[in-house]
């Protein structure tokens, strides 16, 4: 069956660095739009970035310029590269995957993905 497994979360200083990862299984991961989603204490998840199967991003507005997403389909493993992170990013994050391969404005959308990670949290100190 399909899995999402979520690591590389933890505790980071403002302005620090951290590096999400997800291992996918279970499914053709290079055909699937992969997504990491946040979801803080008391607030909706709300999508932070996706990428396509054809390697096309959507990052979010509040995230732009600090966070990365990438894709390794030889290693089925989605990535986040989160830099000058600030208390506001505190959250735990998710990553998803969604059979429809595009990357577009629905793509932050958490309707549009099929499948769930248990997530990491990712807590950022002042």
């Known amino acids: 069956q399909v899995q999402l497994v979520e690591s590389g979360g933890g505790s980071v200083q403002a302005g620090g660095s951290l590096r999400l990862s997800c291992a996918a299984s279970?499914?053709?991961?290079?055909?699937?739009?992969m997504g990491w989603f946040r979801q803080a204490p008391g607030k909706e998840r709300e999508g932070v970035a996706a990428?396509?199967?054809?390697?096309?991003?959507r990052i979010a507005v509040s995230v732009k310029g600090r966070f990365t997403i990438s894709r390794d389909n030889a290693e089925n493993t989605l990535y986040l590269q989160m830099n000058s992170l600030k208390p506001e990013d505190t959250a735990m994050y998710f990553c998803?995957?969604?059979?429809?391969?595009?990357?577009?404005?629905?793509?932050?959308?958490?309707?549009?993905?099929?499948?769930w990670g248990q997530g990491t949290q990712v807590t950022v100190s002042s």
């Open positions: 279970g499914y053709t991961y290079s055909r699937y739009c």
């Open positions: 998803a995957a969604s059979s429809s391969p595009g990357v577009g404005s629905w793509s932050l959308n958490q309707n549009w993905y099929n499948y």
């Open positions: 990428i396509g199967s054809d390697g096309s991003t």
